[in-house]
């Protein structure tokens, strides 16, 4: 199965749906960490910006994904996300409409080794990247498997990582201050990004 410019495009509006129903849960994780409590906010504020992107091709549309979260004041939100999908941008083949699953596994990986050029965070730091390394590496793991397990996998992982992140200590941002204290929540970033990767890998399987 490839994926298409389309299907992918499909992917990022159930995304943003998933996104604004989780609003208030995501604020509330953020503040129950000792964050601002605006996590639900900016992330909503992020999908909103990323509607109004097109593109023609893979590389140009998560290009245009990137710039509309640069030019959107939605905190360290924007950084995070603009730098991942400026990175899937980078490495998305010249002029692609779709993707095979090797493709789609190095955009995925190109996205988070972009990230960890912005970020120190680390699996185990209470952040995002706990639901983000583990669902990139299950990609990888699984890109022989076809596009849609892929997801599945993805998705999996980065809701047993955000899972975790329960049992950890802040180490970045505000929640930091709390030291032992933040430990009892989920983040809220690893939350918003299991939720992502859970309506990819849903809106792919509806359309198989």
């Known amino acids: 199965m490839m ?22 849960r995501f604020s509330e994780l953020d503040a129950a960490a000792g964050g601002d409590g605006d996590h639900g906010t ?8 990323m509607a109004k992107a ?8 998560l290009k245009a994904l990137s710039e509309a979260l640069q030019n959107e004041a939605c905190g360290s939100t924007s950084t995070l996300y603009g730098s991942w999908l400026q990175g899937m941008s980078d ?8 993707l095979d699953a090797a493709e789609l596994a190095k955009v995925f990986n190109g996205g988070l080794e ?12 209470k952040t995002l990247m706990d639901a983000l390394i583990p669902a ?11 596009v849609g397990t892929m997801l599945e996998r993805a998705a999996a992982a980065a809701e047993q990582g955000a899972e975790a992140t329960c049992a950890m200590r802040a180490k970045f941002g505000r929640a930091k201050n ?3 204290r933040s430990i009892g929540p989920r983040d809220a970033g690893a939350a918003s990004m299991a939720c992502i990767f859970a309506a990819f890998a849903a809106a792919v399987k509806a359309s198989c």
Not at 3 to 24: D, H, N, P, S
Not at 114 to 125: C, M
């Open 3 to 24: 994926l298409t410019l389309q299907r992918f495009k499909e992917m990022i509006a159930a995304a943003g749906e998933a996104i604004r129903a989780g609003e208030k």
């Open 178 to 180: 709390l030291g032992d």
């Open 91 to 98: 490495t998305a083949p010249e002029g692609a409409a779709e």
């Open 114 to 125: 972009e990230l960890g050029f912005v970020t120190r965070a680390r699996v185990g730091d």
């Open 136 to 146: 990139t590496e299950a990609l990888l793991a699984a890109q022989s498997e076809g």
């Open 42 to 49: 900016a992330i909503v504020t992020a999908f909103q910006a």
């Open 54 to 61: 097109g593109g023609a091709d893979f590389k140009g549309y």
